[in-house]
């Protein structure tokens, strides 16, 4: 009992080989729309790409922080589109490394989430999934054409605001913006 659960444990924390989950089947939509009609939730594992789907676009949805032409912050929703897959597409169907060496340590780093779509020329998408090294980590040549991707931006969507105009201008945190006296600019000035 003991070592099912243990085994359990070790399944759920994502400490299984590549070999010893099965490969999912890919669901590729009918039409994309846009970053916000479709709901980025961790979809478990993620098929890696094959010649069944022909992309010739990716799209890519995230958050990010801009600075507001107040002084403030927000949260911006952006959806970017790239039209040149043709160095990203070979890295997406490397096979994930076997862990050959189980002795020889990995980081422990994280890595940040990454919701993307590839888009085929019929106007279909699918996820896939990103290959890994041995520690479980996006092989870096995954990386590397990921981040030398060219985007343009689609669209922005403000999500949250972080600071406020009037917070930035006064030196205070968010909270105290409204209620002098803070230990900022306008209280010492």
């Known amino acids: 009992m003991r070592i ?14 590549p070999e010893m989950a099965a490969s999912p089947e890919p ?7 846009s970053c916000g009609d479709v709901a980025k939730t961790d979809e478990g594992t993620l098929p890696h790409l094959d010649d069944s789907f022909r992309p010739v676009a990716v799209v890519i949805c995230r958050e990010t922080d801009r600075e507001r032409p107040g002084g403030g912050t927000e949260r911006v929703a952006v959806e970017a589109r790239g039209d040149d897959v043709s ?5 997406l169907r490397l096979p994930d490394e076997p862990d050959t060496d189980p002795g020889t340590p990995c980081t422990a780093d994280g890595q940040v989430v990454l919701w993307f779509a590839l888009l085929d020329a ?3 998408w699918m996820r896939p999934g990103i290959p890994v090294d041995r520690c479980h980590k996006f092989r870096t040549e995954f990386t590397t054409a990921y981040q030398n991707l060219a985007t343009r931006t689609v669209s922005t969507t403000v999500v949250g605001q972080f600071t406020s105009d009037e917070a930035a201008a006064s030196g205070c945190d968010q909270d105290r913006a409204y209620s002098p006296p803070c230990s900022g600019r306008a209280a010492t000035g």
């Open 122 to 124: 019929e106007g279909r």
């Open 4 to 17: 099912r659960l243990i085994a359990a444990l070790l399944l759920l924390g994502g400490c299984a080989s």
């Open 87 to 91: 160095a990203l597409l070979p890295a």
């Open 27 to 33: 669901e590729i939509h009918s039409s994309w729309e």
